[in-house]
């Protein structure tokens, strides 16, 4: 069994890109639990496709020149990841992909789709960092079925129009949480409040289309603006993204060599969040008996409640069926609010009684060993191939070969 992903090298949620290493860039590998695991399969060989836009360095070029040099990047990644180079077979020309393989594509990064023709193959599309832009795209490619940590077929109100063409599969995956979140600190020894977490973030678009909110994690802003007002039931060390760079001030007419000068003064300079990325994430949930992880206005939880949990916490979550879709239970692994401030409080002052201690250690003890034994990675990487197996089964029983 073959499984393809399009420009491994350049897929910064499976291995460490060059850039990354060349600009001594921090990176979330957030699947690379997927990658290690394919690796581990002795039945499964792992292919790259290297496209004519595999230049991870610079993927907006269309340079042949340049474009050449996309096979020594490949090779290079793959070593400084400490992969071997004959563990990824790379397939360098379209025909080359079979039509019993399974093919990987990650939204996020529009090179991969750059076909001459679509591949007459099983085609699967994460839709990691979910974009509803991307809808155009992925028609064209026509997949059988996406994926994510959350179904934005029934969270996202505006995937009808976004991507309306699609009536097959969409299967949701857990988050998976990194080895080093673990419980440290004995529960009782806890702080007897929440600790709430998570980037804020204003990508717009579509965001103000479909909200009316340029805002992507209100939830987490309602918390953040209220921070002082909430110190009885929550310390807040949620980070506006922008909160570092807005010392650096460029009129909406600047010239486009300035706005280039702002890019590279804040990706060198400034940075962002250095305060939120100051203290240790595993030390800070175990300080504390409770979390809140505020979610995404677009239908996404954020990878933080995972961690959380792993940590010991007792999770605070919407009641919207987000965490239902992974087999949690409200009152069982998580404790549920309306997403109103007020019914946070309440929620919390009332697990904070004396009275009410050893029924709020019991949900985040259950919370925890749920999570450790559905989210971590080989668990959740082979849930996700066998999934993907099932499906390409039944679509290479309608698409005989051609």
């Given amino acids: 069994m073959r499984v393809v992903f399009v420009n491994l090298h350049g897929n910064e949620f499976l291995v460490k890109t060059l850039n990354k290493f060349i600009f001594k860039q921090s990176v979330a590998m957030k699947h690379k639990y997927i990658l290690d ?34 096979f020594l990047d490949h090779r290079i990644a793959l070593k400084k990841n400490g992969i071997p180079l004959d563990k990824i077979k790379v397939l360098k020309r379209e025909d080359e992909i079979r039509h019993d393989d399974i093919v990987i594509l990650y939204q996020v990064f529009p090179p991969q789709f750059e076909f001459d023709k679509r591949p007459d193959a099983f085609i699967a599309v994460s839709q990691l960092h979910f974009a509803a832009g ?9 997949p ?35 080895d080093r979140f673990k419980v440290v600190k004995p529960f009782a020894e806890r702080q007897n409040k929440a600790v ?9 678009g579509y965001l103000n289309k479909y909200y009316g909110n340029n805002c992507l994690q209100p939830a987490r802003k309602q918390i953040y603006d209220n921070a002082e007002a909430l110190k009885p039931w929550i310390d807040c060390f949620n ?13 909406t007419g600047a010239a486009k060599f300035l706005k280039v000068i702002r890019r590279l003064h804040d990706k060198f300079f400034l940075g962002h969040q250095k305060k939120y990325y100051s203290f240790d994430m595993v030390e800070k ?4 008996k409770m979390c809140v992880v505020g ?22 979550g919407q009641t919207v069926g987000y965490y239902e879709d992974y087999g949690m239970k409200e009152g069982v692994h998580y404790i549920g609010y309306d997403g109103t401030l007020d019914d946070l409080k309440a929620k919390i002052g009332y697990y904070q009684q004396p009275e009410h201690q050893q029924e709020l250690e019991t949900i985040a003890k259950a919370g925890c060993e749920f999570v450790r034994s559905h989210f971590n990675g080989p668990a959740a990487a082979e849930s996700l191939l066998n999934n993907l197996i099932d499906a390409q089964r039944r679509w290479l029983a309608d698409h005989p070969k051609q």
């Fill in 37 to 70: 695991y394919l690796l581990s399969r002795d039945d499964v060989e792992v292919c790259s496709f290297v496209n004519r836009r595999g230049l991870s360095l610079s993927y907006t070029t269309r340079n042949r020149f340049l474009q050449s040099f996309r």
């Fill in 134 to 142: 991307a809808g155009p795209m992925l028609e064209k490619v026509d």
């Fill in 144 to 178: 059988d079925l996406l994926y994510n940590e959350s179904n934005m077929r029934e969270r996202f109100v505006g995937f009808g129009d976004c991507f309306g063409w699609f009536d097959k599969q969409y299967l949701v995956i857990p988050f998976v949480f990194a």
């Fill in 196 to 204: 709430s977490v998570g980037t804020i973030t204003y990508p717009g």
């Fill in 239 to 251: 980070s506006d993204y922008l909160e570092d760079v807005k010392a650096v001030n460029t009129s």
């Fill in 285 to 288: 949930f175990n300080d504390y």
């Fill in 295 to 316: 979610e995404e206005i677009n239908g996404l939880p954020g990878i933080g409640f995972v961690e959380g949990m792993a940590c010991g916490c007792a999770y605070f």
